[in-house]
């Protein structure tokens, strides 16, 4: 399985980035699951939102909740990451994470993607 993410970059507090994740070389099922963590300088990578491929189970970390919406797109096999309000707290590299529905763990990684929020 591999998982490109794409969309970060610089904007100022209050904007907007919508993230992309391409998922290549597995057919997931309904119930297998998509997420975005993130990871600041100095800080250990953290849960940021989860949802299921058919896009019925959603989860959110709480610094984001109301700001953040995962969604999916099954027929192109994507996930995005709409951030709206974004916060200079936001700034992290985000990664794009898949496990199967029955793991305990997430079992494929993106690259990262940057994204800077500037006060």
């Known amino acids: 399985v591999q998982l490109q993410a794409s969309g970060g970059g610089l904007v100022q507090a209050g904007g907007s980035l919508r993230l992309s994740c391409a998922a290549s070389?597995?057919?997931?099922?309904?119930?297998?699951?998509m997420g975005w963590f993130r990871q600041a300088p100095g800080k250990e990578r953290e849960f940021v939102a989860g949802?299921?491929?058919?896009?019925?189970?959603?989860s959110y970390a709480d610094s984001v909740k109301g700001r953040f919406t995962i969604s999916t797109d099954n027929a192109k096999n994507m996930a995005y990451l709409q951030m709206n309000s974004l916060k200079p707290e936001d700034t992290a590299v985000y990664y794009c994470?898949?496990?199967?529905?029955?793991?305990?763990?997430?079992?494929?990684w993106g690259q990262g993607t940057q994204v800077t929020v500037s006060s």
């Open positions: 994470a898949a496990r199967q529905w029955q793991s305990g763990t997430w079992d494929y």
């Open positions: 949802v299921s491929w058919s896009g019925g189970i959603t």
């Open positions: 070389g597995r057919t997931f099922s309904r119930r297998d699951r």
